[in-house]
């Protein structure tokens, strides 16, 4: 009586265990694929950078092993045909640059940027804003958004490159509603580009300014969306010596006194309805330095007579480095991580910057908000791969802990589950058999 009675229930509670057990592997083999999907996804962060070709650093001496992506800064727009065109002193480096960085990183993606084709181009990014008239009545006729378009593909094309980045920060409210068609004609264009199946689509960016809505003009954010496959923010440059008789932080990722912060500006976009998945971190490799009125008052905010060191107070990481190291006998930069910036105060110059600290933290920030990853500006600027170092390890070292929690953790919860079973099912035996 009693074996039939077991057997009966045997009978009926191995399916329901052989269910339930299948149930379960299945369940994690479901979360351990997809925590691979994850982890490929965090591969697949983007961690890129501008080169500009007016520089006269060396593009063989760039590290591409350090980024994903290298953008190759700027080919203009020629004011009578909207046509691109490259700057003829550039023509051979844009030619050679994507075959150079691939030396280092074969799986490198080069893009090719396009700024106003203002003959003063350069300065215009770190200061005021510029006369974009060519761009503006390129992007008012459809004949001529044609022009540009085409020419654009057939540009990056022929020089090689994968990709093509628009930046252009300070277009005005027509020129913005004005975006919206371009990109959805560009979209269209390079979607239907005839080329072979060993040929990738190109890629299509564009450099924004640090919030979507400024001074009553805001970007076209569903064309933005739909069109573009990333955008970077460019989040620095807030304030400048050149126009502010104040101290200030030009890239503070945090500003708990004002909205000139990159996350008031991240969270603006966010909210707006820009999907963080394609939206990329813009930091700068240079600082800015300003002359002191009074050395002894050196705050934040602190008066200020104009930019120090240099023309417009602007300086790369690497000599803001090698200034620290000339005058500062043996100091180093102050981390703020109320504001997350670095300074470097000596006599009457006041310098603000992002050193490694500053880096890490916008890193681990940007993941934190899962945005597609950073782009820097500009690589020359780095000493020694520094940042691009800690950046790299700030990237790593969430993935590890992003593996070891969705590896080893499941495996871990498997084992006991499966003991638990076990240890139920035994006691039921033993249970059962103590019964008369
Ligand atoms: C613009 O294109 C026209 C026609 O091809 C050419 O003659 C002119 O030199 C170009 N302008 C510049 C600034 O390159
Ligand atoms: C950062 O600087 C501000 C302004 O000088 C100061 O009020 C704040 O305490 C500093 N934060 C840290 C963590 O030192």
């Known amino acids: 009586m009693y074996i039939k009675h077991l057997a009966l229930h045997y009978a009926s509670a191995f399916p329901i265990l052989w269910q339930s057990e299948k149930t379960i592997i299945l369940f994690f083999l479901f979360t351990f694929l997809s925590s691979q999907n994850h982890f490929s996804a965090a591969q697949k962060w983007v961690k890129a950078g501008y080169w500009y070709s007016g520089s006269d650093f060396p593009i063989?001496?760039?590290?591409?092993?350090?980024?994903?992506?290298?953008?190759?800064a700027f080919a203009n727009v020629n004011s009578s045909t909207y046509e691109l065109s490259i700057p003829s002193n550039s023509e051979q480096n844009f030619s050679i640059f994507t075959s150079i960085v691939k030396r280092k990183n074969p799986s490198i993606v080069t893009l090719l940027s396009i700024w106003d084709g203002q003959a003063d181009t350069y300065k215009s990014i770190l200061g005021e804003a510029v006369n974009s008239s060519v761009l503006s009545s390129m992007l008012a006729q459809s004949s001529y958004r044609k022009s540009f378009i085409e020419s654009s593909v057939k540009t990056a094309r022929t020089f090689g490159f994968q990709g093509i980045d628009l930046f252009w920060l300070w277009p005005d409210s027509t020129d913005l509603s004005n975006i919206g068609t371009l990109l959805d004609e560009w979209?269209?264009?390079?979607?239907s580009e005839p080329r072979n199946s060993s040929v990738s689509k190109l890629i299509l960016t564009m450099g924004v300014r640090y919030s979507p809505s400024l001074q009553s003009v805001s970007y076209p954010i569903h064309s933005m969306r739909r069109n573009l496959d990333w955008a970077h923010v460019v989040a620095y440059d807030y304030h400048v010596p050149s126009s502010e008789n104040f101290t200030g932080n030009h890239a503070a990722l945090y500003n708990p006194s004002s909205n000139f912060s990159t996350d008031f500006g991240i969270r603006e976009w966010l909210s707006g309805g820009y999907p963080s998945s394609k939206l990329v971190l813009g930091m700068p490799y240079h600082g800015y330095a300003w002359k002191l009125v009074n050395p002894t008052d050196n705050s934040l905010g602190a008066p200020a007579s104009g930019p120090a060191v240099t023309l417009d107070?602007?300086?790369g990481f690497r000599s803001i480095r090698s200034f620290i190291q000339d005058y500062g006998y043996g100091a180093r930069s102050v981390y703020n991580s109320t504001y997350v910036v670095n300074y470097f105060v000596v006599g009457s110059a006041w310098i603000n910057f992002d050193d490694v600290e500053t880096v890490r933290a916008k890193i681990s920030y940007a993941k934190e908000k899962g945005l597609l990853g950073y782009n820097v500006f500009q690589v020359i600027n780095d000493d020694n791969w520094a940042l691009s170092l800690a950046a790299q390890d700030e990237v790593r070292q969430g993935k590890r802990s992003w593996l070891w929690l969705k590896i080893v953790l499941p495996i871990a919860l498997i084992s006991i589950l499966?003991?638990?079973?076990?240890?139920?099912?035994?006691?039921?035996i033993f249970e059962r058999k103590g019964k008369p």
Request: with cysteine; net charge positive; aromatic share 12%.
């Open 60 to 72: 063989s001496d760039i590290n591409s092993a350090l980024f994903t992506h290298l953008i190759c």
């Open 187 to 191: 979209r269209a264009t390079v979607d």
């Open 313 to 315: 107070g602007s300086m």
């Open 418 to 428: 499966l003991a638990s079973l076990m240890f139920y099912y035994r006691s039921r």
